[in-house]
């Protein structure tokens, strides 16, 4: 609890988020906080990762650098060459808030099928106010936002379809 108050105090001091424990109420996913056994299943050769009760497929893993809201959306768009079949974009909140996990034994809180889930905070498509934009963070199971203009505010993304 401590750690989770240092980061509060954190970005609210850097001014590049503000800390949301249950996320916005209107985008909520009616998913249970539990993944249900055999939910996810691992396809092509590890590359994607299908969740059987939202029909998306999910990009495996993530992005491996950090990058700004406009080249994460961009990324997701272009990276057919890492990625299989067409339509990959980047989520919105309450996609991706649908994986994450908050029966996990231990952080990160998003199912074994994501095993190379990192700490960082996740981009998604959805505003949170003019020019903010939410974030995941699976390493705690919370929601955040950051400025979309800024520069500095470079995080990770996973791609979906």
């Known amino acids: 609890m401590q ?3 240092l980061i509060i105090v954190l970005l609210a001091f ?3 988020a503000q800390l949301r424990l249950l996320g916005d109420p209107r985008e909520r996913s009616t998913v ?9 299943v691992v396809q092509d050769a590890g590359q994607t990762v299908f969740d059987r009760v939202s029909g998306l ?4 893993g993530e992005a491996a650098t950090l990058m700004t809201w ?3 959306k961009t990324w997701c768009a272009n990276n057919t060459p890492t990625l299989p ?6 989520p919105t909140i309450g996609e991706l808030q649908q994986l994450i996990d908050r029966q996990a034994p231990h952080a990160p809180y998003i199912d074994d099928a994501f095993a190379s889930t990192s700490n960082q905070l996740f ?10 934009a939410w974030l995941v963070r699976f390493q705690f199971g919370y929601t955040s936002t950051a400025y ?7 995080f990770t993304v996973r791609c979906v379809r």
């Open 3 to 5: 750690l989770l108050k």
């Open 14 to 16: 850097a001014g590049l």
């Open 32 to 40: 249970p906080a539990a993944s249900p056994v055999g939910r996810f």
């Open 57 to 60: 497929h999910w990009q495996q």
């Open 70 to 72: 406009a080249a994460a």
């Open 85 to 90: 079949g067409v339509g990959w974009r980047m």
């Open 123 to 132: 981009w998604t498509t959805s505003p949170a106010e003019p020019n903010f």
């Open 148 to 154: 979309v203009l800024d520069a500095g505010a470079v």
